[in-house]
């Protein structure tokens, strides 16, 4: 069973524009949210975090909205850059447990 | 400068050859782990350790070993391995399990080929 979904495997976004990629989970037992961003030939990198507490934080460009009533949470990334174009990840976390999202490949075009 | 090494970047075996891959990090981390991604299941843990001498299976473990003997190291056995082992590989590291949130530190990868 897939505990956490990406379900956009690829998306595509104009430099400038807005980037939302999302990810949903099935159990309530994950409490901590954290975004990955990874280039080819390497490992992934932290992006950003948030706490179930919480419904939104934000770094710079990137904002992470936690909607846990719908189980579902997004990274927003304002405004898009081509550097930005890489695989995101999601990765859910609670009671010692650890679920990553198979990732979306985000293309920003020029 | 802080980082988790993973050796070696590729590797190509036959089936039933031994194999391990290298992990190790300097950043004084208690929790290490493996995980593997392949096309469509993004990345699936392998096996965890939560300090020296402790370790526990992820969501894939089978056919794979680990151990922690030191800290900084945790390597990847793959005792027999087989074709549907052919993936990439990444170890990553965190300051502390206990510690809600904190955030992983990964290696660069391994791809491995078995024929």
């Known amino acids: 069973d897939q505990q956490v979904k990406q379900n956009s495997p690829s998306l595509s976004v104009q430099e400038g524009r807005i980037s939302i990629l999302n990810c949903d989970y099935t159990?309530?037992?994950?409490?901590?949210f954290l975004w990955y961003k990874k280039y080819p030939a390497e490992g992934p990198t932290f992006l950003i975090s948030?706490?179930?507490?919480?419904d939104k934080n934000e770094d710079g460009r990137f904002t992470v909205f936690l909607n846990k009533s719908a189980k579902h949470l997004s990274l927003h990334i304002v405004p898009s850059q081509p550097g930005d174009s890489a695989v995101y990840f999601c990765?859910?976390?609670?009671?010692?447990?650890?679920?990553f999202g198979q990732g979306t490949r985000l293309t920003i075009n020029p | 400068e802080a980082q988790v090494t993973q050796n070696p970047r590729y590797l190509i075996t036959v089936t039933g050859k031994k194999l391990t891959v290298t992990c190790s990090q300097n950043?004084?981390?208690?929790?290490m782990s493996w995980y593997r991604q392949d096309p469509g299941l993004g990345l699936r843990q392998i096996y965890y350790?939560?300090?020296?001498?402790?370790?526990d299976k992820g969501d894939v473990p089978e056919g794979y070993k680990v151990s922690r003997k030191e800290k900084r190291n945790f390597p990847l056995i793959l005792e027999s391995p087989s074709p549907n082992q052919t993936s990439l590989y990444f170890c990553?590291?965190?300051?502390?399990?206990?510690?809600?949130?904190?955030?992983?530190?990964f290696g660069s990868g391994t791809q491995l080929s078995v024929l």
């Open positions: 990765e859910v976390r609670g009671a010692q447990k650890l679920v």
């Open positions: 950043m004084n981390h208690e929790y």
């Open positions: 990553a590291s965190s300051l502390s399990p206990d510690s809600l949130g904190e955030k992983l530190f």
């Open positions: 350790s939560m300090n020296v001498e402790v370790t």
């Open positions: 948030i706490s179930s507490i919480k």
């Open positions: 159990n309530s037992m994950f409490d901590y």
